[in-house]
């Protein structure tokens, strides 16, 4: 088995991109894998990132909304296991650029796929813990969502989306403590049998 780009040369090229070429000679199977961890559409969503920051800090606001786009279609409506920072970028360029409408309506599409992208990074964890990601997820979001009415000197869905944002958010502090302490309980039962 040869760890090699291609056999004319050494991976050299290959590894300076981040992709090692796997073969196996007598087996038709060729994995290629990333150094970093990545796959090539992470490498992709991540490179679409940076381009859609130096459009913004250059001002292009439609060229950094454009990659964003680009960067979103790459991506499940469950998120592929984004954060959600990286997925309330566009609607928060978009506010930005001016297109508040089209911001609450992304913002929308990341509520209304919450559970399913909280379904999908924690669907092997038991309920309560998916609940309580859940709640976190939603006051990130609604977070986001605060930052963009403030922008837009929209006091009334500032209001609304702050106490929104709160509401999740105390709700995941209360079971985090919660489990936190259940777990403490097991763990001293079986610390300490009786």
Known sequence: MSIFSSPRDDGRAARAKGFTRIENPGCKIVLEVTVSGKTPVQEEFAELHRRATKFKDAKQWEEA?????????????????????????LPLFLQQAGHFEEALAEFQELLDNAELAIEHEFGHQRKNVRERFLHLRLSEI????QTACKRQK??????????????HYAKFRRMK??????ERRKYK??????
């Open 154 to 167: 929209r006091l009334d869905l500032l209001e609304a989306y702050s106490e929104k944002a709160a509401f």
């Open 142 to 145: 609604y977070g986001h969502m």
């Open 177 to 182: 403590s919660a489990q936190d302490a259940a």
């Open 65 to 89: 909304i454009a990659c964003l786009r680009k960067a979103k279609e790459l991506t499940s409506p469950c998120g592929d296991g984004n954060t959600v920072q990286s997925l309330c970028r």
């Open 189 to 194: 039962q079986s610390v300490n049998p009786e």
